[in-house]
């Protein structure tokens, strides 16, 4: 039992420390990061027209890429950030991108030709009026 406290002491003694230590800035001054932090002001509106170019611009380009490129890779890439981008658009209703996952698990990855986020834009539009 005497051992024990021995045993705390040598513990005790060896000990190691860092000095502080000071990160090189990574980024400029005036570096903005594409989504703003809480609390922080926009510097530009964002308008229906601007998000609605988007999302046609994002599916042509999706288009000519499962068209022209057959690569498993970049067709997980295409999936992943249009459903990102249907979650931030849609919500809930962004959900229906899905079915573009589905195709290329299955290996119909020539199916998501489709257009679908322009489809749920313009299924969002329709709901609007109706």
């Known amino acids: 039992m005497a051992d024990d406290g021995a045993d705390d002491e ?28 809480p609390g922080e002001k ?10 609605a170019a988007a999302l046609v611009a994002f599916d042509l380009v999706d288009a000519v890429l499962a068209v022209s490129a057959d690569s498993t890779v970049l067709a997980a890439v295409r999936v992943v950030g249009g459903a990102l981008l249907a979650a931030t658009t849609f919500g809930t209703a962004g959900v229906g991108y899905v079915w573009e996952a589905a195709a290329v698990i299955a290996g119909v990855g020539e199916l998501t030709v489709v257009p679908t986020l322009t489809l749920l834009l313009l299924a969002g539009l329709v709901r609007d009026v109706l």
Request: no cysteine.
């Open 10 to 37: 040598a513990d005790d003694s060896f000990s190691l420390s860092l000095p502080p230590i000071r990160l090189p800035p990574l980024f400029p001054a005036d570096f903005r990061i594409l989504w703003p932090s």
């Open 42 to 51: 926009l510097r530009g509106r964002v308008t229906r027209r601007g998000v």
